[in-house]
């Protein structure tokens, strides 16, 4: 199965019922995805590779996706681009299955774990997923970014102003202040 249309409305119904995937498994080779997510831009259309594998009630999909983001840098605020370049595997469980076995003990060895829904699965949400899981806790244009001055907000990645920001000591800075203190005053009792 190759797709490289995306209608944007049907994106929600794009995927397979599990009645559908068969014992062979099935392989979806997509481009050209385009799809609002929160907080990210689409640089480029995304493509890839989803390929499921029917395990019971369990469906294996594995695949990459490959494409370019657009996000903000938490400390300047300022654009820029992010590769996704990344393979993924994930284990799909019905989620009723969730009420049925209550709380399904997930060795931290398994493999990561999601849920479908009414015996379908969403190649969408496997898609967004992953991308989710992708982006970073701490979205950074550079490690050095140096982010904005806190008192008249220029970037200063690009300029330097001349406010004098204050800094508050460290707690660590503190701390080592404090064993100083105690270090001499042992030295002094000998
Ligand atoms: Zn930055
Ligand atoms: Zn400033």
Same mark, same amino acid.
């Given at each position: 199965m190759s797709i490289s249309q995306f209608n944007q409305q049907d994106l929600s119904s794009w995927g397979v019922h599990i009645? #559908?995937? =068969?014992p062979e498994g099935l392989t979806v080779d997509f481009e050209n995805f385009f799809a609002d997510i929160e907080g990210v831009r689409l640089v480029e259309p995304l493509r890839g590779k989803i390929r499921l594998k029917k395990l019971g009630y369990e469906v294996e999909a594995k695949g990459f996706i490959k494409g370019k983001l657009e996000l903000t840098c938490d400390r300047c605020l300022d654009s820029f681009e992010f590769s996704i370049d990344e393979e993924f595997q994930v284990t799909l469980l019905p989620r009723k299955s969730l009420n049925i076995e +209550?709380?399904? #003990?997930?060795? @931290?060895?398994?493999?990561e774990v999601s849920f479908y829904d009414e015996s379908f699965i969403s190649f969408y949400n496997i898609i967004i997923e992953e991308i989710e899981l992708v982006? =970073?806790?701490?979205?950074? %244009?550079? @490690?050095s970014c140096k982010g904005? %001055? =806190?008192? %008249? +907000?220029?970037n200063l990645n690009r300029e330097s102003c001349g406010c004098k920001v204050i800094k508050k000591p460290s707690p660590f800075a503190v701390l080592k202040d404090l064993f100083k203190q105690a270090e001499s005053k042992i030295a002094k009792e000998g």
């Amino acid at each position: 199965m190759s797709i490289s249309q995306f209608n944007q409305q049907d994106l929600s119904s794009w995927g397979v019922h599990i009645d #559908e995937i =068969p014992p062979e498994g099935l392989t979806v080779d997509f481009e050209n995805f385009f799809a609002d997510i929160e907080g990210v831009r689409l640089v480029e259309p995304l493509r890839g590779k989803i390929r499921l594998k029917k395990l019971g009630y369990e469906v294996e999909a594995k695949g990459f996706i490959k494409g370019k983001l657009e996000l903000t840098c938490d400390r300047c605020l300022d654009s820029f681009e992010f590769s996704i370049d990344e393979e993924f595997q994930v284990t799909l469980l019905p989620r009723k299955s969730l009420n049925i076995e +209550g709380e399904r #003990e997930l060795d @931290s060895q398994e493999l990561e774990v999601s849920f479908y829904d009414e015996s379908f699965i969403s190649f969408y949400n496997i898609i967004i997923e992953e991308i989710e899981l992708v982006i =970073p806790f701490r979205k950074l %244009c550079s @490690s050095s970014c140096k982010g904005l %001055c =806190p008192v %008249c +907000g220029t970037n200063l990645n690009r300029e330097s102003c001349g406010c004098k920001v204050i800094k508050k000591p460290s707690p660590f800075a503190v701390l080592k202040d404090l064993f100083k203190q105690a270090e001499s005053k042992i030295a002094k009792e000998g």
